[in-house]
């Protein structure tokens, strides 16, 4: 069973440009999240998609980060204008349909400059 | 306020010990909760998942247990291999969906 796939793995960019991420999650895998990790912190769940709609977007920061999951399937993750505390792992993920086990990818570290 | 601390930050043991890492959250309606494995650089690599209705889970070396009554839950590893070393996190769902991963505890297992 192929694992969550993202890319890219690494990303540099200059503060204010636009960055986007993509993630393919498990085959069959409805629900689908995407996470910051900031160095020494625990993942922070920014989206949660079920199929192609949002079950919790409550901390992303809408005015910068967009999400999109327009087929049920992979997604991208959008920022736009980027700042320097948005260096940082973006982890995906998806879950089992029953037990809700999750499995990540391994993650795009960006970093912002 | 849905929190998960895990402690301690860092852990260093002589390769062979058995040892436990921590994990506690102040919300004891749960859904389920989930142990990780993360190496530098990398992503994370599920553990154990222990469903709220189940008091543990075992894999190989590794223990899970779960106290929702305490808000606390334990990984136990058994004779502690220098690839064991690790950062090890805990993830808690809640009822209403909410997601919460603790910061992690730094394992290193020393030949």
């Known amino acids: 069973e192929a694992g969550v796939a993202q890319s890219p793995r690494y990303k540099i960019i200059e503060k204010r440009q636009s960055v986007a991420f993509w993630c393919n999650p498990i085959?069959?895998?409805?629900?689908l999240y995407w996470y910051q990790q900031i160095l020494g912190q625990g993942p922070k769940l920014l989206i949660q998609f079920q199929n192609n709609g949002v079950v919790d977007d409550s901390q992303l920061p809408k005015d910068r980060f967009s999400a999109e999951r327009l087929k049920g399937v992979d997604s991208t993750l959008k920022i736009q204008p980027a700042k320097l505390e948005d260096s940082a792992v973006y982890l995906c993920a998806s879950s089992s349909p029953t037990s809700l086990e999750q499995y990540f990818g391994p993650g795009t570290r960006l970093t912002v400059t | 306020k849905q929190e998960v601390t895990q402690i301690p930050a860092a852990l260093s043991v002589p390769e062979g010990e058995n040892l436990v890492l921590n994990c506690s959250f102040t919300?004891?309606?749960?859904?389920?909760l989930q142990w990780f494995r993360q190496d530098p650089g990398k992503g994370l690599t599920s553990l154990l998942l222990?469903?709220?209705?189940?008091r543990e889970q075992t894999s190989g070396r590794l223990n899970a247990s779960l106290d929702k009554s305490s808000g606390r839950s334990t990984l136990y590893i058994a004779a502690s291999q220098p690839g064991d070393s690790a950062t090890y996190l805990c993830?808690?769902?809640?009822?209403?969906?909410?997601?919460?991963f603790g910061a992690g505890t730094r394992l290193t297992v020393k030949p």
């Open positions: 993830a808690v769902r809640h009822n209403n969906n909410d997601m919460r």
């Open positions: 919300d004891s309606a749960i859904y389920n």
């Open positions: 085959s069959g895998h409805a629900t």
């Open positions: 222990i469903q709220s209705s189940q």
